[in-house]
Antibody, heavy 122, light 110 residues
Framework: QLQLQESGPGLVKPSETLSLTCTVS??????????WGWIRQPPGKGLEWIGS???????YYNPSLKSRVTISVDTSKNQFSLKLSSVTAADTAVYYC??????????????WGQGTLVTVSS | QSVLTQPPSVSGAPGQRVTISCTGS?????????VHWYQQLPGTAPKLIYG??NRPSGVPDRFSGSKSGTSASLAITGLQAEDEADYYC???????????FGGGTKLTVL
């Protein structure tokens, strides 16, 4: 059974960089025909796609966040990561990592991590 | 403001049928892209309940999706108390060149 687990600091100061890692178990990122993505959900609000990456390193970002986001993959550790720079209180959210059911940006996300709350505050 | 528009809330009595709409535009649903649906119970991650015109294994056939023009709908028949949750639609948008979600709909079982 595929499992995804987010990890990283739960508190980030304004203007700093948010960094999260998603560890995949029960399956391999390498050579897979899936995209791996990040989605966030501010408290009490809806879902927002942040971006997705293929195991080869090709990454795709939400234009609204593109200038601040970097998603990378480490196939040796079976992990992919998110970096969001210059954070503000508006970036406070539960951050989810997830797998797309095929290698396409139109694909649904069929496996999700449990989510991790990141609060931006001094 | 979400690219896909959903009603904030819907409700129904046990056993009834409810539908949740998802309205998009010519750059997403209207362009023919699939619409996927998620159920989110309080404090948990979203769960895919209808994707690419079919239900994942284990999802009851009480859940079904449809699409017409620039809109899509999720229908839930034989409503049960356990269906009370937030529901989100998702599609691809060519303007965004990526995935977009609806704002979510809270389903209350009366």
């Amino acid at each position: 059974q595929l499992q995804l687990q987010e990890s990283g600091p739960g508190l980030v100061k304004p203007s700093e960089t948010l960094s999260l890692t998603c560890t995949v178990s029960g399956g391999s990122i390498s050579g897979s025909t899936y995209y791996w993505g990040w989605i966030r959900q501010p408290p009490g609000k809806g879902l927002e796609w942040i971006g997705s990456i293929y195991y080869s390193g090709s990454a795709y970002y939400n234009p609204s966040l593109k200038s601040r986001v970097t998603i990378s993959v480490d196939t040796s550790k079976n992990q992919f990561s998110l970096k969001l720079s210059s954070v503000t209180a508006a970036d406070t959210a539960v951050y989810y990592c997830a797998r797309s059911s095929w290698a396409g940006l139109a694909a649904p996300f069929d496996y999700w991590g449990q989510g991790t709350l990141v609060t931006v505050s001094s | 403001q979400s690219v896909l528009t959903q009603p904030p809330s819907v409700s129904g009595a046990p056993g009834q049928r409810v539908t949740i709409s998802c309205t998009g535009s010519s750059s997403n649903i209207g362009a023919g892209y699939d619409v996927h649906w998620y159920q989110q119970l309080p404090g948990t991650a979203p769960k895919l309940i209808y994707g690419k015109s079919n239900r994942p294994s284990g999802v009851p056939d009480r859940f079904s999706g449809s699409k017409s023009g620039t809109s899509a709908s999720l229908a839930i028949t034989g409503l049960q108390a356990e269906d009370e949750a937030d529901y989100y639609c998702q599609s691809y948008d060519s303007t965004v060149s990526g995935s977009v979600f609806g704002g979510g709909t809270k389903l209350t079982v009366l």
